[in-house]
């Protein structure tokens, strides 16, 4: 049989074709626009509530507020998503993203906002992430195709890695210069451009029909915790996601106190830092959306968390800048093989009418990381941040190890 011809592609030849279609593109700037906000406005609000309250566990609660829509929301999301359109779903959030940002950048420049200002825009900032995986994502999966989903979701959690990137850089950089305004004026325009682009998406596009009955909304929503329930392999795909979020992903809230306390850095400094976590995770998340390795999905998302809190261990251990950033930059490549199948792993393992539930089941997880940043910001409070990065990881270690000890499609090289 004569191979395919998306078969004979590089694969840098895959990632042109996809880009080539215009919904796929205008879906993936979304996204690009979406992801630099909430990385830029997450380093410039760190750095803000520290400067004004000197408190880490403040800091924390920053994120914590974050998260907490994921948990409220995400299933909900994700079972509305299989019933209505999702791009309205997503030009509602772009909205509401760019008129609360540009809102908190006026209050900025007026000085009249504060650190509850800020909380209430973090919550905001939660709400639209709420509805990338289970809206924006399973809308790149259904317009890629099988044939494309590993390149496809493999290509937009690179970029969308490296708005880790140029998201804390940019907000370090503008935070220095113009202070916490300009850092949520470009997060506003950054949502604009990301209103623009998802409101052309062609409305043909198939996860964008939506048009079931809304009578089963609550039966549906039922029907994606029991397939999590009683499907051992995709409960391990949440439980992994459950533990990269409360003992893996805290570790960013703490780069602004490590870089401010520990090392003694500006706020361009801390940004330079923070971004080489984005840096790694763009490397390791390209390199797999280019090559498409054979080791196995489970394995590059499994072993990639614990890579990653291996090295956040190594960098609480680290006193000086140069050996800090390149713990930071180890741990941003590790985070690269967990982001990239993440969402391919998802979207593989559902059922094609779950794959949206089943999204929204891992926003949830992910919101779970809220659990981990109040119990890094406790111990960072109580005992300083680099001992409570050095706990967290040890907790995340023994986590992973009760996980994977029990996952036979990770150890089974035909499913792995």
Not at 355 to 362: A, K, M, P
Request: hydrophobic residues 55%.
């Amino acid at each position: 049989m004569a191979p395919r011809k998306g078969a004979r592609m590089t694969g840098f030849g895959r990632i042109a074709a996809l880009l080539k279609d215009a919904n796929y593109r205008r879906i993936w700037v979304t996204g690009m626009c979406s992801g630099i906000s909430r990385w830029l406005e997450m380093l410039a609000v760190g750095v803000y509530a520290f400067e004004t309250t000197g408190s880490p566990f403040l800091v924390a609660l920053l994120v914590i507020l974050r998260l907490a829509p994921l948990v409220v929301l995400g299933s909900v999301v994700g079972t509305l998503a299989d019933r209505f359109s999702p791009r309205k779903f997503m030009v509602g959030g772009m909205a509401l993203g760019m008129i609360v940002s540009g809102t908190v950048c006026l209050l900025l420049i007026f000085g009249v906002a504060n650190y509850w200002v800020i909380a209430a825009s973090a919550v905001a900032s939660g709400f639209v992430w709420s509805l990338d995986m289970p809206l924006r994502r399973r809308m790149m999966g259904d317009i890629a195709g099988s044939d494309r989903l590993v390149t496809a979701l493999s290509f937009d959690s690179a970029t969308n890695n490296s708005t880790r990137m140029l998201g804390p850089f940019l907000g370090g950089v503008l935070y220095q210069s113009f202070g916490a305004a300009g850092a949520f004026a470009l997060t506003a325009s950054c949502y604009a451009v990301g209103l623009f682009m998802i409101a052309r998406v062609a409305t043909g596009v198939r996860a964008d029909e939506g048009g079931k009955e809304p009578t089963r909304i609550l039966a549906d929503f039922r029907e994606g915790f029991a397939l999590a329930a009683h499907n051992h392999d995709i409960l391990r795909v949440l439980l992994v996601t459950v533990v990269f979020n409360i003992w893996a992903l805290p570790f960013i809230s703490m780069i602004p106190v490590l870089g401010g306390e520990t090392l003694r850095l500006s706020p361009g400094w801390i940004g330079g830092l923070a971004a080489l976590e984005g840096m790694g995770a763009f490397i390791g998340s390209l390199a797999i959306a280019v090559v498409n390795p054979p080791i196995g999905l489970r394995r590059l998302y499994f072993f990639g968390v614990v890579a990653y809190v291996i090295f956040a261990f190594i960098a609480g251990w680290m006193t000086v800048a140069i050996a800090m950033a390149i713990a930071i930059l180890c741990v941003g490549l590790s985070a690269g093989g967990f982001s990239s199948m993440q969402s391919t792993l998802t979207y593989s393992v559902a059922p094609p009418n779950m794959r949206s539930r089943l999204f929204g089941l891992i926003v949830i997880a992910i919101g779970t990381g809220m659990i981990g940043v109040a119990n890094i910001g406790y111990l960072a409070e109580e005992f300083g941040a680099p001992f409570a990065v050095k706990v967290v990881a040890v907790e995340g270690l023994i986590a992973l190890a009760a996980i994977g000890f029990g996952w036979r499609e990770l150890w089974n090289r035909r499913h792995a």
